[in-house]
C-alpha cells in the first residue's frame, strides 16, 4: 500500500481519505461506498480513493465492480502490486485459481517483499495441490501417503479461511 499512497501526491485529499475510512470502521458500509464513489467522482485521479474505493465495493462482494476499479488501476499503474493482489483474491473467490496465481505472480514481480501477496500466492499453491492431490486420490484411493497429505492439506486450507 505505501506505494500506491506514495502516487497519491500532495493532491490527495487526505480529509476524504480519512473520512472514507472512518466510516468504514464504523461499519457503515454503505455511507463508506457512497462517499468514497462521490469522492472519485471528484477526483478521478486519486489513486488512494480509488483503491479505497475498490477495497470498499471487494468489501461489499460487489466483485465485478470491485474487479474494474483494481484492473483500471492496474492499467493506470501497472507497477503498483496491491492492484494485483486484489484481483487475485476476486479471482481465488469466483474460483479461477490459475488467474489468482497469475496476479500474485505480477504482484509479486512488481514488489518481491510484498508480505500480503506472498502469503496469498501460498493459498492458492495450497488449493492447487489439493485440487491435484484429490483428481489422484480418485485414481489411487489405496494410496495412504496421498490420504496423509490431503487430509493435512485439508486442514491447512480450513485453518486459512
Request: hydrophobic share 50%; proline share 4%; net charge neutral.
Amino acid at each position: 500500500m505505501a506505494a500506491l499512497l506514495a502516487i497519491g501526491g500532495a493532491a490527495v485529499r487526505a480529509d476524504e481519505v480519512a473520512a472514507v475510512r472512518q466510516l468504514q470502521r464504523s461499519g457503515d458500509t454503505a455511507a463508506a461506498l457512497e462517499r468514497a464513489e462521490r469522492a472519485v467522482a471528484a477526483e478521478p485521479r486519486n489513486t488512494r480513493l480509488r483503491f479505497l474505493h475498490g477495497v470498499l465495493l471487494l468489501d461489499a462482494q460487489r466483485d465485478d465492480a470491485a474487479m474494474a476499479v483494481f484492473l483500471r488501476l492496474s492499467e493506470d499503474y501497472p507497477e503498483l502490486p496491491e492492484p494485483f493482489n486484489n484481483m487475485a483474491l476476486l479471482h481465488a473467490r469466483a474460483g479461477r485459481i490459475d488467474a489468482a496465481r497469475q496476479a500474485l505472480e505480477t504482484a509479486l514481480r512488481n514488489d518481491p517483499g510484498h508480505a500480503v501477496a506472498r502469503r496469498n500466492l501460498g493459498d492458492i499453491h495450497l488449493r492447487l495441490a489439493l485440487q491435484a492431490w484429490e483428481t489422484a486420490a480418485q485414481q489411487l484411493p489405496a494410496d495412504a501417503a496421498l490420504q496423509r497429505k490431503l487430509q493435512v492439506a485439508r486442514e491447512l486450507a480450513a485453518a486459512s479461511r
